[in-house]
C-alpha cells in the first residue's frame, strides 16, 4: 500500500502534466468529448451540424460571410480542423501572389477550405477538389455553391485522392498544377505527393501547400522533402487552428524539378 | 574533433604571443657574439616558454630539428594558421574541412623538414666556405650589418603591408640567413658547444613533447566529455567537467577517511564481537544477513567500519598506536577543511581566467566575433546554435528597441508577483510535506519499523526525492508567466530549485535533530538501566557462585544506548542511496524508456512523436548539477558519522560518469537554446560553496553542542567530541607545547588575529578593487587612443589621397601639355568627380601599361608620399579596367600600416 504522502509527492507533477499540456486537453475536450456527445443527442454528424449553423448565420453568395461564420462555430461551439483564419491568412498571401489557374485542393472536408482558395483565386483560375467522404462532399458541394462558385470555378471530385491523381490528366485535361493544397489524411502527404511527381503535373513553380505537417504531424513527409532535393520548401510555423498554445505548421513547397 | 578545433582556437589565441618571443630571441642575439655558455640556461628558459606555448601543436608534428628549424616552423605554422583561421571564417566546420586542414598543416611539416635538412647541407657547406677566421675585418664587419638589417626585417615583418606570402619567405629567407650567419660570426670553439647545446634541447624537447601526450592521456575521461562537448555543445560538457572536478575531490576524502580512520580500525582495531558496540545485539541477530535489512544498513552493515557507533574510544591501537579518536576527529575536520580550500582555490583561479573583458560597452560586436561554440563538431548541434544565435541577435535588437517603451508594466508585475507566491506555496507545501513525513517516520521507528510497510519505511526519502524530482518541473511551468529573458529565467529557476533542495535538506536536518533529542532521552533511561542491570548483575554474582567468572556475558547481551550518532550517519546513507536510486531510475525510464517509445512507435503513430509532443528529453544542465551539488553536501554532513559516505559517493560519481555520457550520447538530444558555458563554472563553484557551508553549519553545531553518545563511537565517555585535542595535548605532548597551545587559544590572542585576518582581507579587497579601477581607466584609454588614432589615420589618409590626386592632376596636366589637350585640364578643375571620370576615360584612350604610367609619375613629380607608390597599395585606380577608385579603400591602408 502506498502512502498517502508519496502519492501527495506526484502532486507537483500532476499540476505541471496539466499545466504544460493544457492546449491538448482543451483540443481533447472539444474535438473528441463534445462531438461524441452531440452526435448521440442530435443524431446529426458534425459537418452537418457545421452547415445548419452557417445556413443560419450567413449570407448567401457572400463567401467572407460563409467563413466567418465557420470561424464562429468552431472556436465557440464546437471543434473542426478547417484550416482557420491565421494560417488561411498565409494561404490567401500565397494565392495573391502567385495567382494560379490551375489548383489542386486535396481534402475538401467541408468546403471551409475551398471557398477560401476559390474567393482568391483570378479569374479564369480553375480548382479540383477531391473529397473522399461522401456525406462530407455533400455539404462541401453545398456550402461552395452557398458561397457563390460554379462548377466552372471549382469542380468537387468525390474519390479517394491516391485514385484521382493518376487520372487528372487523362479524365480531366490537365497538363500542369500551379498550386496544390493538401489537408487531408496525414497519412497520405508523402504518396500523394510522389504521386504527383510521378503523374508529371508538376512543374517548374509548382507551390504545394502541406497544412498541419507538425500537429498531427507528417514526419515522414517531411523527412521525404528534405531528401528529394526537388524542392525549394520552407515550413510556416503557426498554431494550429482555433486553439493558441498548439504549435502546427504548413509546409511551402515550390517545386524545382531535377536539375 | 573537438580537441582539433579547440587547438586551432588555442593557436590562433596565442600565435601572437609566439612571435612576440620569436622577436625577443632575436634582438637577445642579436647582441651577443657567441656567447653560448654564459647565455645556455637563459636561452633554455626562453626555449621553454615556447614549448609551452607550443607543445600542444607540436604533438601531432613530426620530428623537428633544433631551434633554427623551430623558427622556420613557426613561420610556417602561421601561415598553415592563417590557413586555418581562413577555414574556420568560412564557416568550415565540418569534419572534413577540419581534416584537410590537419592535412594541409602536415604537408607543410614536412616540407619544412626537407627544408631544413636541405639547409642543413647548406650550412655545412657554407661552414667550409666562409670560415670567419679567413674573413678580413672588414669583410665581418659587413655580413655583421647585413645580419642585423635581416634581423631588423623579421622584427618589422609584422607591421609590413605585404601580401602573406612575399612576408612568409622573406622571414624565411632572413631567418636562414642569420642563423648560417651568426654562427659564423662566433668563434671556432663556440660552435661545438652550441651544436651540443642544440642536440639536447633537441631531446629535451621530444620528452617534454611525450610528457605533454602522456599527461593528456592521463586525464580521465577527456575523450569522452570532448566527445560530448563536440555533439551538445560547451554547457553539457562543463557539466561533466564538473561532475570529474567533484570526482577528483571526492577521491581525496575518500583516500582520507578510507586510510586514515577505515582502514586502521579495520585491521588493528579490536574485531567484531568483542565488546557491546561492536556485536549485533541478541534481538537483531537473527535477522542481521537479511538483505532488507542490510539495504537499510541495518544488521551486520550498522555494527561494521562503516558506521560511527563500530569504533571504540580506545585511545591508542595496534602495535602502530595509532591514536583512533585523534585521527577520526582530524579526519572529520580535516576533510571540510580542504573542501574549503579547494572550491576557494578553484573559485579564485577561474576568477583570474574570466576577470578580463566588460559585457556591456561592444554588446553586438561581441555577440558577432564571440557567440560562436567552436567544440561543437555535430550538425545538429551546429544547427541550433545556429539557431540559438539568431535568435540571440533578434532578442538583442528587440531589447534595444523596447529599454524605453513598456507595455503594460502592471499586468507583468502582478504576474511576476503571482508566480512568486505560487512558487512559495508550493515550497511551503513540500517543507511541509517533508515534515509530517519525518515526524510520521519517527512515530513509526517507535512502534518497531518491523511493523510497516516497506513504503512507510522509505517513505521520508521517497517523497524527497519524488519533491526534488517534480518541483522543478512545476517551478518551469509557473515561470512561463513571468515572462523574463530566458538567461534571467533561467537563474531565477536555478535559484527557486536550490531554494527547495535546501528547505528539503533544512526541513530533514531539523526533523533529525528532533530525533536526536528523543534518542538522547532514551539513551538517559538506558543509561540509568543499565547501572541498575549491572549492579543486579553484580548482585546476582555475588549472591550466587562466587567463583563464577564475571565476563560470562556475551556482549551481545549487554544493553546498550541508542547511539544517535550511528543514526544519523544511517539516515544520510540511505539519503544517498535512494537520492542515487532515483536519479538512475528517472535516467532510465525518463530519458531511456522514453526515447525509446518515441523511436519505435513513431512507426506507428497518428501524429509525429520525435518532432511533436513527447519528443526526446533534452540534457538539463541546471537540475543536474543542482543535484551534484546537494549531494555533495550530504555528504559533507554526513561524512563525519558514516565514514563510509565518500566511498558510496565515489562510487555513485564513478557509475554515474558512464552511466550519464551513455544515456547523453544515446537518448538526448541537444537543447534548443545552446548556451555557451562560459561564466558558469564560477557559478557552479560559488553554490557549491554555499551548500558546503549551510553543510558544514549542522554538523559543527551537533560536534560542538551535543555530547557523544555514551557507549558508542570513538569520543564515548567525554563530555564533548572535541575533547578529543585536549586530551592528546595533554597526554602526547610534552607539557610546554599544551601551554602554549592554551596560551594560543586564549581568546585575547585569538581575537587579535581574527582582527589582523580580517583587517588583511579589507586591504586585499581594496587593492584589487584600485587595480580593477585602474585596469578600467587603461582600457578607456586604449579605447580613446585607439579612436584618436583611426582618426589621425584617416585624416592622413585623406591627405594623401589629395596629394595622390593633385599629383595625378599634375601628371595628367603634364601629358595633355604634352598631347596638347587643354580642354580637358580645365574641366578636371572644376570637379572632383568629373575629373575622375575624365581621368579614366583618357586612361582608356590612352590605355598606357599601368608601371609604365607610375614610373612616369614618380619621374614627374615630388609630393606624394613614398609608402603609397611602393607596391603596399595596389593602386587599383590606375589600371585601366578599374575606374572607381573608391574612398574607403583609401582609409584602410593606413590603418593596415599600423597593425
Known amino acids: 500500500m502506498v502512502s498517502p504522502a508519496i502519492a501527495l509527492a506526484f502532486l507537483p507533477l500532476l499540476l505541471t502534466l496539466i499545466i504544460r499540456y493544457r492546449y491538448f486537453f482543451v483540443l481533447l475536450y472539444r474535438a473528441v468529448l463534445v462531438r461524441i456527445w452531440k452526435d448521440c443527442v442530435t443524431g446529426l454528424s458534425r459537418e452537418e451540424r457545421a452547415f445548419q449553423y452557417v445556413l443560419t448565420h450567413s449570407t448567401p453568395g457572400d463567401p467572407d460571410s460563409i467563413l466567418d461564420a465557420f470561424d464562429v462555430w468552431c472556436s465557440k461551439v464546437e471543434f473542426i480542423s478547417n484550416i482557420g483564419p491565421k494560417k488561411g491568412k498565409i494561404l490567401d498571401r500565397l494565392l495573391l501572389e502567385h495567382s494560379p489557374l490551375t489548383v489542386l485542393e486535396l481534402g475538401s472536408h467541408c468546403g471551409y477550405s475551398t471557398v477560401r482558395i476559390a474567393r482568391s483565386l483570378p479569374l479564369g483560375a480553375r480548382l479540383y477538389s477531391i473529397e473522399m467522404d461522401q456525406r462530407n462532399a455533400a455539404i462541401a458541394e453545398k456550402i461552395i455553391r452557398l458561397a457563390g462558385f460554379d462548377d466552372d470555378t471549382v469542380e468537387l471530385i468525390v474519390n479517394p485522392s491516391d485514385e484521382v491523381i493518376p487520372r487528372l490528366r487523362s479524365d480531366y485535361n490537365l497538363d500542369r498544377l500551379d498550386f496544390v493544397f493538401m489537408d487531408h489524411w496525414k497519412k497520405c502527404y508523402l504518396p500523394d505527393l510522389q504521386m504527383l511527381e510521378g503523374s508529371g503535373l508538376l512543374g517548374k513553380g509548382s507551390i504545394i501547400l502541406a497544412d498541419n505537417v507538425l500537429f498531427p504531424g507528417a514526419p515522414k513527409f517531411l523527412r521525404y522533402i528534405r531528401k528529394s532535393g526537388l524542392y525549394e520548401w520552407k515550413i510556416h510555423r503557426a498554431t494550429l487552428e482555433y486553439s493558441k498554445g498548439i504549435r502546427d505548421g504548413m509546409a511551402e513547397l515550390v517545386y524545382q524539378g531535377i536539375k | ?899
Open chain 2, 1 to 899: 574533433m573537438g580537441g582539433e578545433e579547440k587547438e586551432i582556437q588555442d593557436y590562433d589565441r596565442k600565435m601572437p604571443r609566439d612571435s612576440l618571443i620569436t622577436s625577443e630571441n632575436d634582438r637577445r642575439k642579436r647582441g651577443e657574439e657567441e656567447q653560448a655558455p654564459a647565455t645556455s640556461s637563459k636561452s633554455a628558459k626562453t626555449r621553454k616558454n615556447i614549448k609551452n606555448e607550443k607543445t600542444r601543436k607540436m604533438k601531432e608534428e613530426g620530428e623537428e630539428e633544433g631551434e633554427d628549424e623551430e623558427r622556420n616552423g613557426k613561420g610556417k605554422k602561421k601561415h598553415g594558421s592563417a590557413e586555418k583561421d581562413k577555414k574556420n571564417r568560412k564557416g568550415g566546420k565540418g569534419k572534413e574541412k577540419v581534416q584537410e586542414v590537419k592535412k594541409k598543416k602536415k604537408k607543410v611539416e614536412t616540407s619544412s623538414e626537407q627544408e631544413t635538412s636541405e639547409e642543413d647541407d647548406e650550412e655545412d657547406k657554407e661552414e667550409k666556405e666562409v670560415r670567419p677566421e679567413c674573413l678580413s675585418p672588414e669583410e665581418l664587419e659587413k655580413l655583421k650589418e647585413a645580419v642585423d638589417e635581416r634581423k631588423k626585417l623579421i622584427q618589422a615583418l609584422r607591421g609590413k603591408p605585404w601580401p602573406m606570402k612575399t612576408k612568409l619567405v622573406t622571414l624565411q629567407e632572413s631567418q636562414e640567413f642569420v642563423e648560417k650567419y651568426e654562427g659564423a660570426l662566433g668563434k671556432g670553439k663556440g660552435r661545438k658547444l652550441y651544436a651540443y647545446k642544440v642536440m639536447m634541447t633537441k631531446k629535451w624537447m621530444k620528452f617534454q613533447r611525450d610528457f605533454e601526450n602522456f599527461k593528456t592521456a592521463c586525464i580521465p575521461w577527456e575523450m569522452k566529455i570532448k566527445e560530448i562537448e563536440s555533439h551538445f555543445g560547451s554547457s553539457v560538457a562543463s557539466y561533466f567537467i564538473f561532475l570529474r572536478w567533484m570526482y577528483g575531490v571526492n577521491m581525496i576524502l575518500f583516500g582520507l577517511t578510507f586510510g586514515l580512520v577505515m582502514v586502521p580500525e579495520a585491521l588493528m582495531g579490536r574485531p567484531y564481537g568483542s565488546i557491546p558496540r561492536k556485536t549485533v545485539p541478541r534481538a537483531e541477530e537473527s535477522s542481521a544477513m537479511d538483505f532488507a535489512v542490510l539495504w537499510d544498513f541495518g544488521g551486520y552493515a550498522q555494527y561494521s567500519v562503516l558506521f560511527y557507533g563500530f569504533y571504540n574510544n580506545q585511545r591508542a591501537i595496534g602495535w602502530l598506536k595509532f591514536r583512533m579518536p585523534l585521527s577520526y576527529f582530524l579526519v572529520g575536520v580535516g576533510t571540510v577543511a580542504y573542501s574549503y580550500m579547494v572550491v576557494i582555490r578553484t573559485m579564485a583561479r577561474n576568477a583570474n581566467e574570466s576577470g578580463v573583458g566588460d559585457d556591456n560597452s561592444f554588446n553586438f560586436s561581441w555577440k558577432t566575433f564571440t557567440s560562436w561554440d567552436y567544440l561543437i563538431g555535430n550538425a545538429e548541434t551546429a544547427d541550433n546554435k545556429f539557431a540559438s544565435i539568431t535568435t540571440s541577435f533578434k532578442e538583442a535588437i528587440l531589447e534595444e528597441q523596447e529599454s524605453r517603451k513598456d507595455d503594460n508594466i502592471h499586468l507583468t508585475r502582478f504576474l511576476r508577483v503571482l508566480a512568486n507566491f505560487l512558487v512559495l506555496c508550493c515550497l511551503a507545501g513540500s517543507g511541509y510535506l517533508i515534515y509530517f513525513v519525518v515526524r510520521r517516520s519517527q512515530k513509526f521507528a517507535l512502534d518497531g519499523l518491523e511493523n510497516h510497510t516497506w513504503w512507510e519505511r522509505n517513505e521520508v526519502n521517497m517523497v524527497m526525492s519524488l519533491l526534488g524530482m517534480f518541483c522543478p518541473m512545476l517551478f518551469d511551468v509557473i515561470s512561463a508567466l513571468e515572462n523574463y529573458h530566458p538567461r534571467v529565467a533561467l537563474q531565477w529557476q536555478l535559484g527557486r530549485i536550490f531554494a527547495l533542495f535546501l528547505g528539503n535538506l533544512y526541513t530533514f536536518i531539523i526533523a533529525l535533530m528532533d530525533e536526536i533529542n528523543i534518542k538522547r532521552e532514551e539513551e538517559k533511561i538506558v543509561k540509568f538501566n543499565i547501572t541498575t542491570w549491572e549492579a543486579s548483575l553484580y548482585n546476582g554474582t555475588v549472591s550466587g557462585n562466587s567463583t563464577a567468572p564475571p565476563n560470562t556475558i556475551h556482549p551481545a547481551d549487554v544493553p546498550r544506548g541508542p547511539c544517535w550518532e550511528t543514526m544519523v550517519g544511517q539516515e544520510f546513507v540511505r539519503l544517498i542511496i535512494s537520492d542515487t536510486m532515483t536519479t538512475y531510475i528517472t535516467l532510465l525510464i525518463g530519458d531511456f524508456l522514453r526515447a525509446v517509445l518515441v523511436r519505435f512507435l513513431n512507426y506507428c503513430w497518428c501524429w509525429d512523436l520525435e518532432a511533436g509532443f513527447p519528443s526526446y528529453s533534452e540534457f538539463d544542465v541546471s537540475g543536474n548539477v543542482l543535484g551534484l551539488i546537494f549531494n555533495q553536501g550530504m555528504i559533507w554532513m554526513g561524512a563525519f558519522y558514516a565514514p563510509c559516505l565518500p566511498a558510496l559517493n565515489l562510487l555513485r560519481l564513478h557509475v554515474s560518469m558512464y552511466l550519464q555520457c551513455w544515456a547523453v550520447m544515446c537518448c538526448n538530444v541537444p537543447q534548443e537554446r545552446v548556451f555557451k558555458a562560459s561564466g558558469s563554472n564560477n557559478f557552479y563553484m560559488a553554490m557549491l560553496l554555499v551548500i558546503l557551508f549551510l553543510s558544514t553549519l549542522p554538523a559543527i553545531y551537533t560536534i560542538v553542542t551535543i555530547p557523544p553518545s555514551f557507549d558508542c563511537g570513538p569520543f564515548s565517555g567525554k563530555n564533548r567530541m572535541f575533547d578529543v585535542i585536549q586530551e592528546t595535548l595533554e597526554s602526547d605532548f610534552p607539557a610546554w607545547f599544551g601551554k602554549a597551545f592554551s596560551y594560543a587559544s586564549n581568546p585575547g590572542l585569538v581575537l587579535p588575529f581574527i582582527l589582523l585576518m580580517v583587517l588583511a582581507i579589507y586591504y586585499l579587497q581594496s587593492t584589487s578593487k584600485s587595480y580593477r579601477e585602474a585596469n578600467m581607466d587603461l582600457k578607456k584609454k586604449l579605447q580613446t587612443q585607439n579612436e584618436e588614432n583611426k582618426k589621425k589615420n584617416k585624416q592622413a589618409a585623406l591627405k594623401a589621397q589629395m596629394d595622390l590626386e593633385e599629383a595625378r592632376q599634375a601628371a595628367e596636366q603634364q601629358k595633355h601639355n604634352n598631347t596638347s589637350n587643354e580642354e580637358a585640364a580645365d574641366v578636371e578643375e572644376n570637379s572632383d568627380s568629373g575629373q575622375r571620370m575624365h581621368h579614366t576615360k583618357n586612361e582608356r584612350n590612352n590605355a598606357p601599361p599601368a608601371g609604365d604610367r607610375r614610373r612616369q609619375q614618380s619621374a614627374t613629380r615630388a609630393p606624394v608620399p613614398r609608402n603609397y607608390h611602393q607596391g603596399n597599395h595596389p593602386t587599383p585606380g590606375y589600371l585601366p579596367g578599374f575606374p572607381q577608385q573608391s574612398e574607403p579603400r583609401m582609409h584602410r591602408v593606413p590603418s593596415l600600416q599600423r597593425h
